[in-house]
């Protein structure tokens, strides 16, 4: 079944913005880290933004003061919100979802990833 519902990739003009969102389940959303990630072509996939199991939040040195993650548990979704983007942030961006949940005897551990979506940033 579908985990994790990506939206909002597209086509940027330089300094312009986006917002990415990822839904998830209710049980995903309260008990896992949720996070960001792109891939570049002939690129490694990188950690962008994310919350960490105690409300952190990580930032790639790159996105610093332009991207910001934030979490609506309204919703159960997660956001992406990009500003000034810059062409080398053109990549597939991927939501995740690392948790578990259930008693110690009876864990159920998870790590899922959306199907991804493409941001492109060019003149």
């Known amino acids: 079944q579908e985990q994790l519902a990506e939206s909002g990739g597209g086509l940027a003009q330089p300094g312009g913005s986006l917002t990415l969102s990822c839904a998830a389940s209710?049980?995903?959303?309260?008990?896992?880290?949720m996070g960001w990630y792109r891939q570049a072509p002939g690129k490694e996939r990188e950690l962008v933004a994310g919350f960490t199991d105690v409300g952190a939040v990580n930032y790639a040195d790159s996105v610093k003061g332009r991207f910001t993650i934030s979490r609506d548990n309204a919703k159960n979704t997660v956001y992406l919100q990009m500003n000034s983007l810059k062409p080398e942030d053109t990549a597939v961006y991927y939501c995740?979802?690392?948790?578990?949940?259930?008693?110690?005897?009876?864990?159920?551990?998870?790590?899922?990833w959306g199907q991804g979506t493409q941001v492109t940033v060019s003149a």
């Open positions: 209710g049980r995903i959303f309260r008990y896992s880290a």
């Open positions: 995740r979802a690392v948790g578990s949940y259930g008693p110690v005897e009876r864990t159920y551990r998870f790590d899922y």
